[in-house]
């Protein structure tokens, strides 16, 4: 079945350490985000990438890094930088172009800094 | 630039009665609309949404949602309630304009919660 892929679905991390979440879709998707979410803020675009070797802060990117090399994967890295990364993580997949902007998620992966 | 204002942050509904859930829009130009849910620790799932014609939308779950361009609205209802209907909300809007084209903005999300 076609879907998106997130792993791990928990990870805790001593701060300092930098950690890497990782997203696949098998969708054939040329976009793909990633979203933070935290209680009573909905979800916040953190970065995104339209095609391969190319992507675009979003509107809370300080802290964290991304790369897309291939289509299918969009992992996020969570840097020492980022001052608060206690968060639940979404990566999500859309096709690109004139569709509908419809998103497709991941069933996330909720990081905790101890 | 897009936005969208979900009214109330919790909502509790006795099983049976009405859901109403509220959302409202900004836009420069036609927006498309959604509606997703999210149930504890899992990704969101799309339930409804509205891009052109038709301003009564049916989504999965017996919901529907009304785009109502007068009152910038997109408010989601379901007429009877059911256990399984507790979760999280999110209306959203796309980004029409060149620099937020494709990309979703969300609302901060309002909590169902259903009694017996």
């Known amino acids: 079945d076609g879907g998106i892929t997130q792993s791990p679905k928990y990870l805790f991390r001593k701060e300092g350490q930098n950690v890497t979440l990782s997203c696949e879709q098998n969708l054939n998707h040329d976009a793909m985000y990633w979203y933070r979410q935290d209680p009573g803020q909905g979800l916040r675009l953190i970065y995104y990438?339209?095609?391969?070797?190319?992507?675009q802060k979003g509107d809370i990117a300080e802290g964290y890094s991304v790369s897309r090399e291939k289509k299918e994967s969009f992992p996020l890295t969570v840097t020492s930088a980022q001052k608060n990364p206690t968060a639940f993580y979404l990566c999500?997949?859309?096709?690109?172009?004139?569709?509908?902007?419809?998103?497709?998620f991941g069933e996330g992966s909720r990081l905790t800094v101890l | 630039a897009q936005s969208v204002t979900q009214l109330g942050s919790h909502v509790s509904v006795s099983e049976g009665a009405l859901v109403l859930l509220r959302c409202n829009y900004s836009s420069s130009v036609p927006p498309y609309l959604f509606w997703y849910v999210q149930y504890p620790n899992q990704g969101l799932q799309l339930l409804l949404k509205y891009t052109t014609g038709a301003t009564l939308v049916k989504g999965i779950n017996g919901f529907e949602a009304e785009f109502k361009k007068s009152e910038t609205s997109f408010h989601l209802t379901k007429p009877s309630a059911h256990m399984s209907d507790a979760a999280e909300y999110f209306c959203a809007v796309r980004g029409m304009t060149t620099d937020s084209w494709g990309k979703l903005q969300f609302g901060a999300g309002t909590q169902v919660v259903v009694t017996p």
């Open positions: 990438s339209q095609i391969v070797n190319d992507f």
């Open positions: 999500a997949s859309s096709m690109k172009g004139l569709g509908t902007g419809e998103l497709f």
